[in-house]
């Protein structure tokens, strides 16, 4: 057994989605009808039943091959094929069968392409705004090596929410996110922010930050004028992954919750199994004010 492994605590265990389940059997299929990928599967997410099981599920474009190595990540790392140019379209036929009223699309990082992919983004926005004109559209999206150009694409799709995470404390960069940059990161957040477009960042426990140094991200979070914030534990996917530094207990993720919200953050899901895309609906709701 791996020398840092330690187990998983029972209130971070949740059941393998169960492939019997009228909902799930729904979603497969669909998934498969249109030879559509979700982040649910590939990065092997513990929501993923709960989130079948409502009839939804977080697309996953421009293949499942990352050219990015994030240490955390369960996704390949590797040269990705080239685009599925008619994938706007199975996304957005996708959403039209599921019945989404909110869907969240987001992608692997794609530095081979010229914009990033940021086109494909748009695209696929408005594919599915053509199909489905009352559907909320979430993105959440790389960080387009802080290219104004491509931002600007993505600007110009006008999603709902723009969501680009933050992951993880900046001294830890080095080690969880070599190919990023802390501070790009809160810059692109801002610069879409000052575009008018609701935006949201998430960051994971257990790598090993201080207190301190999460405090410290959520008020630069906060800084650049951030919305929406997502904070959950670090799980380890593989022993090819970081290992867990420590497994945080549900009263510090309420407390980190107390804390982001004295800091004046609008809308935040902190818990152990919060993700990028848990309670999304619930949260951009809670922002517009419903």
């Avoid at 387009?144 to 929410?161: S, Y």
């Avoid at 949201?200 to 906060?222: A, F, H, N, S, V």
């Avoid at 650049?224 to 993720?253: A, C, W």
Wanted: aromatic share 6%; proline share 4%; glycine share 4%.
């Amino acid at each position: 057994m791996d020398k840092n492994y330690v187990r998983l605590p029972e209130y971070l265990k949740r059941p393998i989605a169960s492939t019997d389940n009228k909902e799930n059997k729904s979603v497969r299929k669909i998934l498969s009808k249109y030879n559509l990928n979700t982040v649910c599967d590939n990065a092997r997410c513990p929501n993923k039943s709960t989130c079948y099981g409502c009839l939804t599920a977080t697309f996953l474009i421009m293949g499942k091959v990352c050219t990015r190595n994030c240490r955390f990540c369960n996704i390949q790392s590797n040269i990705p094929e080239p685009l599925n140019t008619k994938e706007p379209e199975n996304i957005a036929n996708a959403v039209r069968e599921l019945k989404l009223d909110y869907v969240v699309i987001t992608s692997v990082t794609r530095d081979d392409l010229p914009d990033g992919g940021a086109y494909h983004f748009k695209k696929t926005v408005d594919m599915i705004r053509k199909l489905n004109k009352n559907t909320k559209i979430e993105i959440l999206t790389p960080d387009f090596k802080g290219n104004k150009e491509a931002l600007d694409i993505i600007v110009e799709a006008k999603p709902d929410i723009f969501n680009h995470n933050v992951e993880t404390v900046p001294s830890l960069y080095k080690k969880a996110r070599p190919m990023a940059d802390y501070r790009q990161s809160l810059d692109v957040l801002k610069y879409i922010k000052d575009k008018g477009i609701i935006t949201k960042t998430g960051i994971m426990t257990g790598l090993g930050e201080t207190k301190e140094e999460i405090i410290q991200t959520i008020k630069d979070i906060k800084e650049v004028n951030t919305d929406i914030l997502t904070i959950g534990q670090y799980i380890r996917p593989s022993i090819k992954h970081l290992e867990v530094k420590k497994y945080y207990r549900e009263e510090d993720f309420e407390e980190l919750k107390q804390i982001a919200l004295q800091i004046g953050i609008k809308a935040i899901v902190c818990a152990p199994l919060a993700r990028s895309s848990y309670m999304a609906k619930e949260t951009y709701l809670e922002v517009i004010g419903h």
